[in-house]
């Protein structure tokens, strides 16, 4: 198995970045419908590659969470098939806190408190026993009007 390589495209503008995104999203047929995915390519956060093949896209949106009443950074990520169960994920979810933690330390104007994600994948349900994620920091909060698990990730100077 190779290793991966992990890199920060937060806050970036490189468009062969969000064009890679969105061949891998429709590669992988891990985003349905015709939509278009340049708005989602915009808030790239972490990209793993396998050599130059991305297999991991972590994105972030910062916007008003009324659950927790503060803003966060809305984290969703998408690992190719072939790469899940191996953790790419739980990496991609801790840069991701890393990096949106050191911006929002960097932009205190934003005022945002954390990490937020809600669970969808399947290769999660075992997971989703355990109340926090420890390396990526999240933990289970409550849960939406689709009974899907609602997580955060509190950043290191957030104030309630």
């Given at each position: 198995?190779?290793?991966?390589?992990?890199?920060?495209?937060?806050?970036?503008?490189?468009?062969?970045?969000?064009?890679?995104?969105?061949?891998?999203?429709?590669?992988?047929?891990?985003?349905?419908?015709?939509?278009d995915?340049?708005?989602?390519?915009?808030?790239?956060?972490?990209?793993?590659?396998?050599?130059?093949?991305?297999v991991g896209?972590?994105?972030?949106?910062?916007?008003?969470?009324?659950?927790?009443?503060?803003?966060?950074?809305?984290?969703?990520?998408?690992v190719?098939?072939?790469?899940?169960?191996?953790?790419?994920?739980?990496?991609?979810?801790?840069?991701?806190?890393?990096?949106?933690?050191?911006?929002?330390?960097?932009?205190?104007?934003?005022?945002?408190?954390?990490?937020?994600?809600?669970?969808?994948?399947?290769?999660?349900?075992?997971?989703?026993?355990?109340?926090?994620?420890?390396?990526?920091?999240?933990?289970?909060?409550?849960?939406?009007?689709?009974?899907?698990?609602?997580?955060?990730?509190w950043?290191?100077?957030?104030?309630?």
């Amino acid at each position: 198995m190779s290793e991966l390589r992990y890199r920060s495209v937060w806050q970036a503008t490189d468009t062969a970045d969000q064009v890679g995104a969105m061949k891998f999203w429709r590669d992988n047929e891990l985003i349905t419908g015709a939509r278009d995915l340049a708005p989602r390519a915009a808030q790239l956060c972490v990209l793993a590659y396998d050599a130059s093949e991305i297999v991991g896209v972590a994105t972030a949106r910062v916007r008003a969470f009324e659950l927790m009443k503060r803003r966060f950074a809305i984290f969703r990520c998408s690992v190719a098939p072939a790469w899940r169960r191996r953790g790419v994920a739980t990496e991609l979810a801790a840069r991701s806190r890393d990096v949106l933690q050191a911006w929002a330390l960097a932009n205190p104007d934003q005022d945002v408190q954390g990490m937020a994600c809600i669970v969808l994948g399947e290769e999660l349900k075992v997971k989703q026993s355990e109340p926090i994620w420890p390396r990526s920091g999240l933990a289970l909060v409550g849960y939406d009007d689709a009974d899907h698990q609602v997580r955060v990730a509190w950043f290191d100077k957030a104030a309630v």
